[in-house]
Every structure is written in C-alpha cells, then in structure tokens.
C-alpha cells in the first residue's frame, strides 16, 4: 500500500444508479472497502449521486470534512463526468480535483457474477482514488467559436437548418453536391398524409435560400478537406465547373432551346431517366439555383467530357452579350472559416437489382417508387398521366412494400416511410389512372398524425391491401387472364393460401439506405457510423442531432430513414444546437493540454508530430513551446519525447501510473 | 487442375447420362477428376428430412474421406449432394453440437474431418476456375439455332448462394451462351420440379411437371438444360401421364454437360443422349472437315 500524501483527503462515493448498478455490485462493500485506502476521509454509497441530494452530499462533505478530492464510481463519464465536476466546484474545489471511475458500462452491465464484478469495482475504485491523489488544480482553456456556419447538402433537411440560422443572423454556407438544391423531395407530387403539394411548400423555401443575403448557397459543389475542431473548422470546398458562369446566367433557357440537339435525347437524372433532356440543361423548372450546366458527356463540344471546340455552340450564340457560357471552366476551390458543422446529406434509395425477383430491368412495367413519384408528378415526364414504358394506360397496379427492408438479406431496418408513401402513391395511382391498386404488405406501419386516418381513408376509397411478403414478380402465365400481364405471386397470410394477381404495373417501395459515399464522408467530419451506415448520433435519446465530434451535428436521413415531418423537426434542432454554441461565443475546452519542461534538449522531433501544428521553437530559448490554444492534448508529442519533457495535463506519469498500480495492485480487499 | 470427385448414387444409376457426360468434358477441358475411395451416400434422399444430424453424419464421412485424399475440393455434380455435402459443412462450422456427433461417429472409424474441405459444383468449377473463354475455345460444334432453357431447380443456390444469385441465377445461362446456344428467358429456372411428390402425390407432382414444361414449349424452348438428376428424372419420365391429364408437352430435358460434349465435338455415343426417354434429336453442323466441304462443294 502506498504511504499516504500530505495534506489529500479523498472523498469516495459509489453510485448504485437504482438497480443498474447495485444489483451487480455489492455497492456497501465497495465503500466499506474504500474507506480502508490510503488517503480516504470518507467513503459512502448512495442511490442516485447524480440527484440533487447526491451532489448536496458532496459538496456537503467538502466543506464539512475538508476534501481535498473527489472520486464517483457511477456510470461512464461521458453521461455524468459534467455534473460531478460542477458538483466538486460548487463544493469549493477545482473541478480537475475530481476523477470520475465508471462501475456500470465497464462492470456491472457487462458481467454477470456478482462476486467478480465486485471485485472489479473495487479494483477500479483503488485506481481512481490512488490516481485522483496526484491530480492539480487547473483552468479551463477558453477558445472563441467562430459564428459562420456550414451546412453540407441541401435537401429539405440543410435548406430548413440554412434558413433558421440565416434569420437568426448567422452566415451559413449550404453546400450541395447536385445542380439544384431540394433533395428528393423536390421529386414528389404531394406529400402524405396531408396530400399538400410537395413543390408549393417546397420551393418557397428553396428560392428563400437562394435569396437570402445570410446563405452563401454553393450547388455543384462537395467539402473535400475539413481541418481544425469546434468552433474553428477549416473547410476546402470543391466547385465542379458547370461550363456556365453562375453570376451571369439568369436562367432563360435560350440556350436550351438553340442547342444543336433538336430533341432532347439524354436519360434525365431528375426524371430518374423516364424523361430525356438536352446537353445543355437545367434539371427541373423550379431549380435553385436558376442555372443552366452543360454535360461534358454528351456536349458536342467535348468529346468524352475533353474539350474539343468542334461543335457550332449555337447557345452561345442565344446566349449572345451575357456570355454566360464558358467551356473552358475549370473546377475551383474554396476555403471557408466556420465555426460549427451540420450534415444534412440525407439517403439513397435501395438498389432494386438487388431483388431480381422483382423483375425491375427484365420487365419494363416494373417501377421503382421514385420512378412512379415522377410519372404521377405534374410536371413529370408524362405530365402527370400514368403511361406506361410500352405504352399503355395500366389497369391493375401492384405496390410491393419493404422492398430491400426488413430482410436479412440486404437490409434489416424498417425504412419508415415506405408504408406512407406507397398508400400515396395508391392514392395518386388510383386517381390518375383509375386503375386498380393493390398493396403488398407485411405490416403497415401508421405511427404519426393523422397517418393512421390515411391508412383507412386509402381503405374507403377500395384500395387493396394484401398481407404478405411478395415472392416474385414473373410473366409466367397459368390461365388466359395471365397473359400479357405480371404475375404478383404471394402467401396472403391472412387468408392462408398463395395467390397469384395478374397486374399491368408493378411499383417496387425501395427502403432507405446510408448514400454509398458515407463512410467517406464520415469520415471527413470525423464522425461515426451505426452497424447499418447511417450516422450516428451522441445520444439515441437525448442527443439525437449530436456527433462525437464537437460542433458537428447531423440532421434528416443521413442519421436513419424518417419522414419530413421529422426531418424538419431534427433541422431545426440542429440548428438550435449550433446556435446555441455561436451565442455562447466561446467554448471551454479542457485543460488536458501538454505542457514542455525546462530540460527540454531542442531536438524539435516533437515538431513534425503534432497533427495540429501546435509546437513551434522558440530559437532564443532554443526550446520547443506549445500553443495551448490549438493543442488537443492527444499525447503524441508525449509519448515521442525523447527526454520525457513534455508532460500531459491530467495524463502525468504519476497519475497514469498511479492508476495502473492502483488497478493491479494484489491486496487483500 | 485437379479435384477430388463425389458421383453419389444417382450419377452411378438413373442419373448415369450425368456422369457419362461430364466426365469428358471435364477432361476435355483438363480438369481431373478423382473419383473418392469408398464413398457412401451422401444423406440426402428422404434421411435428411428424418434425421438430419444422422444425415450430416453420413455427408461428413464422404467430406473426412476426401480430406484424407489431400484435395482441397470436392465436386459434387448431383443438385442433391452438393446441397447436402455443403449443409453438412456449414453445420459443422455452425453448430458445436452436430459438430460433436460428427467427430464422434468419425472418430469410431478412425476418421477427421477438420472442416476445410471445398464442395464444388461443376458450373462453379467451369465459371470460375476454368472460365468462359477456355470453355469457348473449345467449342468446334457452336449450338447455333438450338433454343434452350436453363433450369437450376432449388437446391444450387438455396439456401446457400455460393457461387450464383439465390433468386435469379445465371452461371448455367453464360455457359449456354458460350456454347453457342439461344438461352430462352426461363422465369421458372428455380421452381421446384415436383421432387418426390411426383411419386408421393403424384397430381400435385403431375402437375408441377407440366408447369415447367409447359413454360418452356411455351417460349419456344427446344430443350431444357439442367443440372440435377432428380429434375431432370422427373421431367423426363412422366410425359405419358402429364400427356393424358394436360395435353402434350413434348420438350426434352438434357444435362447441360450433355449440351456441352455435343459443342465440344465429343463422341455422341459417350454422351449419354439415349439415356432419356424423351430424347433430343437436335445436332449441331459437323465439325467441317476437309471432306465434307468437298462433298457440300460438289
Ligand atoms: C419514394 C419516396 C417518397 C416519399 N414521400 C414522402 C412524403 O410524401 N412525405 C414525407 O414526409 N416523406 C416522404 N419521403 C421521405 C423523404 O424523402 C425524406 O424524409 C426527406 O427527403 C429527407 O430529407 P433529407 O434532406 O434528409 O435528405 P434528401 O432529400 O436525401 O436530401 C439530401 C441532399 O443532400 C445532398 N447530398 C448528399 N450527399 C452530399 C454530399 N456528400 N455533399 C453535398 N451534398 C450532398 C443530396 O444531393 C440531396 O440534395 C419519401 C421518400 C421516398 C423514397
């Protein structure tokens, strides 16, 4: 055992968190052991510490019994290490004075005899009181948050963060990777349950961000480099050339309209490819911004998206004295100072040749929903009529519902709009073709308000609902009906048979997936990713729009699949989240910062080391000095240091190794 | 390359026109083949649905058997025991249980099997190790105008998809183009071919039959290609009865090694083309000859 310390009175506290901990963890004993430990003035166990009498009983304790220091055996830091360090400054103590140890993630949730994982926390009560022992007072380090504020993809989760932090007066950079900001949802008619008109409440909004003297709106573009931390983010972003300048283009289109293709010939992405554009294009009449962007792909003058100047460019000519038009636009790179980050890049559609059972590229009526979203949409490649790709008007159309969900095989999650959207697009179906419509599904899935009412509103109108999960989608016919049509071949489970109905349409209700590209762009904000690929959050619960990393905060489908309702909502959290950081004005950041010794030799090998290029040399010292306010305290420099002068705030070597004796320490206990 | 080689009791009976096939191509595409010393059943049949710990018993002698040999691989051309050899080896890697009556009953008889050994079929072997282009190379008869539907059955690629798309496969499609043939869109390429039904309720199993067959007369196909004795047993065999209660169906179901010895020029007579009861009079052009030019010339 150690010889006790002058002067340090250690304050104990195990935590039994209800039965979280206490029903794993002989928590009396843990305190009745502690209290036996060198330098231990008082060791008690209690219910809840982090209550209001939890923390009154330490600073209590403080003042009464005269700590010196604090240790709480609880749950992980991450959840409480902020209270109990409030706790011990209100007491009178600095907050570094405390060391929090955790007995629930590391211990009593993960062991399941009782004996051991006491002994364990015993273990790990020893650490902290022999490594709490050696702590300092500090000072919290304070760095000022810079109030601009980036907002990646502007789909209606980022324009909805945009225009919220634009008119509480912040400067937002939306940066969106497409032509056009307005996400998927810029594709769809009408929007359940409601039916209100996707474009009318949409696009408002759109030409708000473009307008809006706050939002600085760079579409075309993607973040390439983000470096720094919260508050200080530097940001590169990458402006593919559109071979249209931005600034002079107003958006007549007379440059479409003199194109040298006569005829639209192209697959149009915004169209999912039902429609055909020109070269030269602008994707959807409303695009924000009113641009036009050629494709280098097919553009006459350039031959595999290289420059070859062969083709007459009649839409220079239309485009005449605004000379808007520039083939020899290069990509451009931009950097940004923010302060805080918001990722709002949304989702991608399932990719239906993962199902070939559905016959979607085998059968030319088989449809995905968006697909189905643009042909019923008025301003759709059909204008809104319901013809299918060989020409006919449907009769009967099948949705397939969790279509790449809730399938071991490609995806597990429930997409959570799928059973809304598919019973809208029945409805919209229904209405403009008057064909019959059938809903394959395996649970309907209603939560929300007034959605629940659409479920049987759809019933009301005689829409159908078959339970089970489809087989296959075939053109093997059994009867003459059969013929010509599709096949939906399904168990209804609710009947008790497997049925076969021949239809003319078949719409394929995709899922919601992580976009291919997350982990990289995870991995550029410095975020995680949940096992399915989607974002992931701090907190499930109580951190819903927060990261792990400081100041980045996500928003809308990039963090799992929800409707706009709730995406809205998570924007304006987000951007609330953010606000709240700018308002504050600065952020503390904790003192864990490396500090160098007076025997520092000048060997400047630390130098090239730190990733934050916090080390300079000082030449008429000629020692190495650290810049505390871009240090990060990730220990790099320390552990390099040849002659062991540099020293790690809360990490000294007397501290780490007081812990790591303290955990293996053999006694009796 | 070299494999060790499990026929099972069909290849050596009904399904004979199987082996007879495969074993030239095989070498004429110089994949050895090493038939197994002293192979037993390999569980399938009605054990695996009695006993299915007994039947991976039996399954894990033939696969400890083929360790013993020292070869990696073991080929497996029936439907059947590929699907039972390779359950087998998953459940041994699955479940401690089984894999302990494994061990066991193979201990008895001085035998191991560590779990290592590949079960292979055919159409994998030929796509990936052999590949399309050698294939290719070596067709002198191309099956040109000969309209073929490719039937998988359900047991190659279900549960386990491990060399081909559980829902839509398509390996036995490429060969057949590769040979030079029309591969008919076949929607029916893993539907059940009545299995044993035909011989326990023989109207659900009639009726399957002529389901399959029916389709393919219906898109034009002159033949079926498979790759499973059993189905190719059942399609072949009943014609008289599926005649009287539907109408006749009349299309031939082949071995798709049986399609490739005639592409390969091979000798017709080891083809095991007389084997079947409805059988294939299709050929493809001669190989030219010298002689023969001279005779179409004069
Ligand atoms: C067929 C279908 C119908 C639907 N119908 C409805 C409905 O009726 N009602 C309803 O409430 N919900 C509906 N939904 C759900 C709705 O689409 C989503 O809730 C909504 O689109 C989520 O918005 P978002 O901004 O999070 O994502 P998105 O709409 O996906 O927008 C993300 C944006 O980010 C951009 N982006 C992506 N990656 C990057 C990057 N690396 N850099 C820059 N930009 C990037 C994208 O280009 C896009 O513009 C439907 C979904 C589908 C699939």
Redesign the interface.
Known sequence: MPEPRNGVRIGFYVCHCGHNIASMVDCPAVAAYAATLPNVAVSRDYKYLCSDPGQELIKRDIAELGLSHVVVASCSPLLHEHTFRSATEAGGLNPYCFHMVNIREHDSWVHTDRRLATEKAKALARAGIRRVAHHQPLEMKRVPIHPDVLVVGGGIAGIHAALTLASAGKKVYLVEREPSIGGHMAKFDKTFPTLDCAACILTPKMSAVRSHPNITLWSYSEVVKTDGYVGNYTVTVRRKPRYVIEELCVGCQECIDSCVYKKPMFPDEFNEGLGKRKPIHIPFPQATPQVVLIDPEVCLNFKRGVLTDKCKKTCVEACAERKAIDFNQKEELKEIKVGTIIVATGFQPFDVKRVPQYGYGTYPNVYTALEAERLVNASGPTSGEVVLRDGRHPNAIAIIHCVGSRDRKTNRWCSRVCCMYSMKLAHLLKEHSGAEVYNFYIDIRAPGKGYEEFYDKLNEEGVHFIRGRVGEVTDWAMTPEEEGKLVIRVEDTLAGFVRRIPVDMVVLSTGLEPHSDAQSVRRMFNMSCGTEGFFLERHPKLAPVNTYTDGVFIAGCCQGPRDIPDTVAQAGAAAAEAMALIDRGHIDQEPNTARILADCSGCKSCIPLCPYTAIAFDSATQKAVINEALCKGCGTCVGSCPSGSIIQNLFDDEEVFGEIQGVLADEPN | MKLAYFPGCSLKGLGRAYEESLLPVMKHLGVELVELDDWNCCGATAYMAVDEVKACVLAARNLALAEKTGQQQLMAPCAACYLVLNKAKHYFHDYPAIKKTMDHALAAIGLKYDGDTAVRHPLDVLLTDVGLEAVRQKVVRPLKGLKVAPYYGCQIVRPYATFD????PTAMDKLLEALGATVV?Y??KTKCCGGSLTGTVPAAGMRMVY?LLN?ARKRGADCLATVCPLCQFNLDAYHAKVASQYGPVRVPTVYFTQLMGLAFGLPEKELGLNRSAIRLDWRPEPVPTPASKEAVTA
């Open positions: 798309d559980q829902y839509n869109r929607p029916l389901i389709e």
